[in-house]
């Protein structure tokens, strides 16, 4: 193993980015949708899918593979096709190398994670810059130059671990062989021929909204609150139902419970049963 210098490993590229209310107002019917990306934890950060008559708006159009990290959250993914990218003021870095393919990207990923999760913070953040002069530590060969064929081999080799594994116990659960019931025949066919009906809703306008949306009661600092209290905090992460710890304060403040919170920038969803106190963005 070698630290490398940010810098010397990857080409961090200049993006585009489109602020949602863009998206939604010129996104049009197409064959051909890409990705829109943002600070998401989960589907490899990408938010849905749109096509914008605009060329210039896309990134990564040579079909590349390249290295997302968020500098807010320290989410990272890889992608290897054109996308949008969520107006972020520059929250987001495309990281790129003619050295990476699927495989060895995703091992590099993981030694990424372990270095932003440590060394940067919400209020520190893992900036282009900060990014740049920051070290990674990666596997070398024996002539000290990064060993992409290694870590290529080693995902290799846990992908069809985990194959076997899963084919184990399908096989031994009898799950390899499992038939459906009548009941989940029936409801496969449902959606199959559409049986199933749907209706569009406002979220939270006209009489027929289902929510009633509000702003939080206060939004507390993390960093000025005291840890180990009675009421959930509730902020953007995408852990634990978004509950960072437990507070107590002024319960005029409280947000009620049986609600469900809505990080605004991370789009991070969860119901929460108890009366909660928030961060900012909830």
């Known amino acids: 193993w070698r630290d490398f210098v940010f810098g010397e490993v990857f080409e961090i590229q200049p993006q585009k980015e489109v602020s949602p209310i863009y998206a939604l107002n010129n996104s049009q019917k197409s064959d051909v949708l890409y990705p829109f990306l943002g ?16 060329e210039v708006l896309l990134n990564n159009k040579e079909k590349d593979i390249a290295i997302i990290i968020h500098s807010n959250n320290h989410l990272s993914f890889c992608i290897d096709e ?21 495989k060895n990207a995703l091992y590099i990923i993981t030694c990424i ?9 919400y209020n ?7 990014l740049k002069n920051t070290y990674i530590e990666l596997p070398v060969t024996n002539t000290g130059k990064i060993d992409y064929s290694f870590m290529e081999k080693r995902i290799r080799e846990l992908e069809e671990e985990r194959i076997r594994e899963l084919s184990t116990y399908l096989s031994i659960s009898g799950l390899d062989s499992y038939e459906l019931n009548s009941y989940e025949k029936d409801t496969i066919k449902q959606f199959q021929n559409n049986k199933v009906k749907y209706k569009v809703y406002k979220l939270g306008e006209g009489n027929e909204r289902l929510f009633d949306i509000s702003s939080p009661k206060k939004r507390f600092n993390a960093n ?3 840890f180990g209290g009675k009421y959930p905090y509730v902020v953007r992460s995408s852990l634990n139902n978004g509950i960072r710890g437990y507070i107590t304060q ?12 809505f990080g605004q920038d991370t789009a ?15």
């Open 268 to 282: 991070t969803i969860f119901y929460q049963e108890k009366p909660y106190f928030t961060g900012d963005k909830i």
């Open 124 to 130: 520190d953040k893992a900036t282009k810059i900060a």
């Open 113 to 121: 994670k372990k270095v932003i999760t440590k060394k940067f913070a």
């Open 250 to 261: 002024d319960e005029c403040y409280l947000n009620p419970a049986k609600t469900i919170s």
């Open 39 to 54: 600070q998401s934890s989960e589907n490899n950060c990408i938010i849905s899918y749109i096509y914008l008559d605009d």
């Open 82 to 102: 054109p996308f949008y990218l969520k107006d972020g003021h520059g929250a987001t870095s495309v990281l790129q190398s003619n050295m990476l393919n699927e």
């Open 224 to 226: 000025t609150v005291t």
